[in-house]
């Protein structure tokens, strides 16, 4: 998983932006649509601080059972 955020995590700021979020997600292409994309970002930042730090894409993915762990 860290390598996964750090692969996300461009800048290495310690926190996912949207410019980030929308980088790796094109990238996988797991997403199509920018307002998919922006509903999938808005639920990941959890606190709305416009950031998606480490525990909250750990909560989404544990969730979506990308976590074995
Ligand atoms: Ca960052
Ligand atoms: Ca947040």
């Known amino acids: 998983l860290k ?3 750090d692969f996300i995590d461009t ?3 310690g ?3 949207y410019t980030e979020f929308i ?3 094109v990238t996988d292409h797991v997403m199509s ?3 998919n994309l922006e509903n999938v970002f ?3 930042d ?3 601080n416009g950031y998606v730090d480490r525990d909250e894409i750990m909560g989404i ?3 979506h059972g990308h976590i074995s762990n």
């Open 3 to 5: 390598n996964l955020f």
């Open 11 to 13: 800048d290495k700021n």
């Open 15 to 17: 926190k996912i932006n």
């Open 23 to 25: 980088a790796s997600t």
């Open 33 to 35: 649509s920018k307002k």
């Open 42 to 44: 808005n639920m990941l």
């Open 46 to 48: 959890k606190d709305g």
């Open 61 to 63: 993915l544990s969730q």
